[in-house]
């Protein structure tokens, strides 16, 4: 079920292709702008959400590969500590900080707002802090008031 849900959506966004946005007026072009720029950010947080699964459930052994940051390198052709990057975000965020991954998913916050509340979580005196206060994260991201 979900290679085809990958599948439709892959076509769906290929026809995006055929929009000509040379054609649109200002309004047109600045709507069309907004809903991809929201699609992306909806696709990144479900990705992430796939990541950190893959990399705790050992996705590549499978395919006898060490590990899923290797496995996935070989599938994607992206650097090795590209991929472990993403993944090791994913999971901090996806597990650790379940509540910001949420209103991410929801495109309530954006990856700038998770990156930002993600750098004090990995700080490993602050990581009580940053799980137990992530709703105060999540306020001074809704009011764009980062300290």
């Not at 040379?22 to 990541?51: F, N, P, Y």
């Not at 954006?110 to 137990?132: Q, T």
Request: charged share 30%; aromatic share 8%.
């Amino acid at each position: 079920m979900a290679d085809v849900t990958v599948i439709e959506v892959a076509a769906s966004i290929l026809e995006l292709r055929e929009v000509d946005c040379s054609a649109m007026s200002r309004e047109e072009l600045a709507e069309h702008q907004l809903g991809l720029l929201q699609m992306a950010s909806l696709l990144d947080a479900e990705i992430m959400w796939c990541t950190a699964h893959a990399k705790r459930s050992g996705v590549g052994q499978h395919e006898n590969v060490r590990n899923t940051t290797k496995w996935l390198t070989s599938k994607t052709r992206r650097r090795e500590y590209t991929v472990g990057s993403d993944m090791n975000i994913a999971v901090d965020v996806v597990f650790g900080l379940p509540d910001v991954f949420r209103e991410y998913r929801q495109a309530v916050i954006n990856r700038d707002h998770v990156k930002s509340i993600r750098s004090v979580y990995r700080i490993p005196r602050f990581r009580e802090a940053a799980v137990r206060d992530q709703e105060l994260f999540l306020e001074w991201a809704f009011n764009d008031d980062f300290p």
